[in-house]
C-alpha cells in the first residue's frame, strides 16, 4: 500500500478512536482466566499479554458492520520506518550492526546448525565500543552514517547476576533521528530477560517504545508512541519456540559470539529478535559458520580475525570476529536494499 494511504488510514483511525472508547463492552465471566490457564497446562499456547496496573474504565465492544471495520482497521494501522530517502520501508526500526532486513517469523524449517553453546559466557566483561554504520550508493559514494555507542556493565535482576546492554544510535549526518535500546540478559547464559527500545522521531510520532519481557518461551509486553499518543498502544505476546534459539537483540550482536567457542569448524544458529508487535516482525533465524581467518584493520586498531559467514532472511552478511576475545569488529553487507550499494560497520573504539 503507498505510503500516502497507509498515513490516510492511520489519520481515519485515530479520528475514530474516542467514538470506539465510548461503547460499552461486557464484563469477562469468572470462568474465563481459569479455562485459559487449563489449556495452557493442557500444552494450548496461549499467552496472557501485559495489562496495565490500572485497567481503564472505558470499555467497548463493536456493535455492527461499520463498527467491526473500523476496529479491524484501528487495529491494522501499525508505524513503518520511513528510509533515509523520504521513501516508506516496510521494515521495522534499523538495527546497527546486522542490518535491517525483511524480518519473516519462520517456523515451517528447522535451523540449519545447532544452536550456539555458550560455554563461554564466563568471558565477557565490563566494556563499551563505538561502532560506525555506513551506506554507499552504486558509485560507492557515502550516502548515510550512523553511530552507535554500546556498553555492558555488571546488574542485578530479580536477585540474580545479568548483564545490562545499553546502545544509543544517532545519525551523522545531523538528522534529529536517534535509536536507543537498553537489554537485560543472564549472566550465566545470556538468556534474554527484558528489552526497551525508543525510536525518535518515528514517521509522524515524536517517538515510538517498545517494552519487552521474556519468560519461557514467551515475549510479551506493548508498543506506545509519544506525540500523537496511541493511547494503550499495541499489546506484544508472542511464542518464542525454542528449537530457534538462542534469541538476541541487534544490539547485542557485536558481544554475543564472545561467548561462543568459536574455531576453524565453527557453526552455529540463533535467532535475531525483532519488535514483535506484528506476526512478520518476530524473529529471524539466524545461520553462522566460520569460513576462515583474516588480518583486518579498522578504525579501532588490526585485528587477527575469524571471518564467520552468516545468513539471515535471504541475506548472506560477513562477520568479523576477532580472535582474542570474539568481540565484532566489522560487518560488511555486499548490497544494501535502499541504497544499491554496499552497507559496512567497522569498530571505531573499545575500552
Sequence with gaps: MPFSRRR????????????????????????LLPRILASREAGARIILPDVPSEPSRTRFKVVGVGAAIAAAMLLSVIPRERSHDGSSDDAWASPIFLGNAAFAQTTSRAPLFPPISVTRAGMLRPMSVQLARRYLDRNGKLTMEHRSDVSLSPAVVNNKPAWKITSLERDVFAKPISIAETLYVARSDLRMLSRAVHVSPYRRFERINIQQRFLGDSVSGRMT??????????VIARKLDPEFGPYLSDAFAPMF??????????RGSASLLGWSVIPNDVFAPLSMRVEGEERIKVPAGTFDCWRVVMEIAGKRITFWA?????????????????????REVLLLSVR
Design 8 to 31: 490516510d488510514i492511520s489519520d481515519f483511525a485515530d479520528a475514530i478512536r474516542p467514538e470506539l472508547k465510548s461503547l460499552p463492552a461486557p464484563e469477562p465471566s469468572k470462568e
Design 257 to 266: 559470539l564472545m561467548a561462543a567457542p568459536l574455531h576453524r569448524d565453527w
Design 225 to 234: 508512541t509519544d506525540g500523537p499518543s496511541i493511547g494503550a498502544g499495541r
Design 322 to 342: 576477532r580472535k582474542s576475545d570474539g568481540l565484532g569488529v566489522r560487518v560488511y553487507d555486499a548490497s544494501d536494499a535502499s541504497t544499491g550499494g554496499p
